[in-house]
């Protein structure tokens, strides 16, 4: 089970922490990521980390968002600064362990305002 917190209401230019911390080990998860959903728009990815920690950010976010892992504290985490309004939406985080053991938190609101 994952728990995703820290999102909120900042000004465009601002930075959020978003925390997701898993009821497992995430050290056994092959891939975490985060991942958004904006109004009228299709779930997208915001960023990912392997096991090995190695990172994968879309364009939209690259240079302003960090993705990283606590496996000791089984938390993942997001750091998002820059904040544009278009980064606003529900923020996903997940793990997969593998193609049957795949889970989803529940999703922290982020608003960013111009």
């Known amino acids: 089970q994952l728990q995703a917190s820290g999102g909120g209401l900042v000004q465009a230019g601002g930075s959020l922490r978003l925390s997701c911390t898993a009821s497992g080990k995430i050290s056994n998860a092959s891939t975490m990521g985060w991942y958004r959903q904006s109004p009228g728009k299709q779930r997208e990815l915001v960023a990912i980390?392997?096991?090995?920690?190695?990172?994968t950010y879309p364009d939209s976010v690259r240079g302003r968002f960090t993705i990283a892992r606590d496996n000791a504290k089984n938390t993942m985490y997001l750091q998002m600064n820059s904040l544009k309004p278009e980064d606003t939406g529900v923020y996903y985080c997940?793990?997969?362990?593998?193609?049957?053991?795949?889970?989803w938190g529940q999703g922290t609101q982020v608003t960013v305002s111009s």
């Open positions: 997940r793990a997969l362990y593998s193609l049957d053991i795949d889970y």
């Open positions: 980390i392997s096991r090995g920690g190695s990172t």
